[in-house]
């Protein structure tokens, strides 16, 4: 997180986010509703269903990792809830490598598929 933000994406395209503007590197922000207490479990529990583990939670921030299966590579998923907005904000990026097949953006999509259902 930078000043109530999250980190801005680098330059290569194994990153995605939220709150950037460019069209390779952005992905929208989820609905939510509720008190910070509630949003939060729900999205703990929607990452842990998607087999990430969750590293660090405080107020309205959640930083959890994932594993690629093959290789074991780390990638990170960073989440702010912002209750007066009625919105996650989320960013998704591989710590190593260049390119990463789109595997940041699916995860994003699939995390806002299950985050709804729930």
Request: aromatic content about 8%; glycine content about 8%.
């Amino acid at each position: 997180m930078n000043g109530g933000n999250l980190s801005p994406c680098p330059n290569s395209p194994n990153c995605v986010s939220s709150q950037e503007t460019d069209a390779s590197h952005t992905t929208q922000a989820f609905k939510a509703d509720g008190t910070n207490k509630e949003v939060m479990k729900k999205l703990r529990s929607c990452i842990k269903k998607m087999g990430g583990k969750i590293i660090t939670r405080s107020g309205p921030y959640l930083h959890a990792e994932f594993r690629s299966k093959w290789f074991r590579f780390v990638d990170d998923l960073e989440c702010i809830y912002d209750e007066a907005e009625g919105k996650i904000n989320v960013r998704s990026a591989s710590r190593l490598g260049y390119s990463d097949f789109g595997v940041n953006k699916k995860r994003i999509a699939e995390l806002r598929m299950i985050f709804e259902k729930e």
